[in-house]
Nanobody
């Protein structure tokens, strides 16, 4: 049974940093294509960043240069390093995984999801 367990959310002031983690169990992370999504109140869930099985990364324009997605195959864990956070980054963040090659911004194409973790950025 595949399980994604997230940690690392919380409150931070604008300009600060936060790292989210997504621990994968039941499957080897190196065979997953993985992504981070976020959803703010009243808004649709949107893709933030993705990393392919071969390590290629993609980012939403709104986070380029501030967020970094990475993975540690030895720890079977996905990360999202968020720097220079802005109030508009406040949202519930979700990690997602799929063994096929989804269009990275399409949430419906990811089979497995983490439970979500809240990030709140105050000005």
């Amino acid at each position: 049974q595949v399980k994604l367990v997230q940690s690392g959310g919380g409150s931070v002031q604008a300009g600060g940093s936060r790292r989210l983690s997504c621990a994968v169990s039941g499957y080897n992370l190196r065979y997953f294509n993985m992504a981070w999504f976020r959803q703010a109140p009243g808004k649709e869930r949107e893709g933030v960043a993705a990393i392919d099985r071969d390590g290629s990364t993609s980012y939403a324009d709104s986070v380029k240069g501030r967020f970094t997605i990475s993975k540690d195959s030895a720890k079977n864990t996905l990360y999202l390093q968020m720097n220079n956070l802005k109030p508009e980054d406040s949202a519930m963040y979700y990690c997602a995984a799929d063994p096929t090659r989804p269009r990275w911004t399409e949430e419906g194409e990811y089979k497995y999801w983490g439970q979500g973790t809240q990030v709140t950025v105050s000005s």
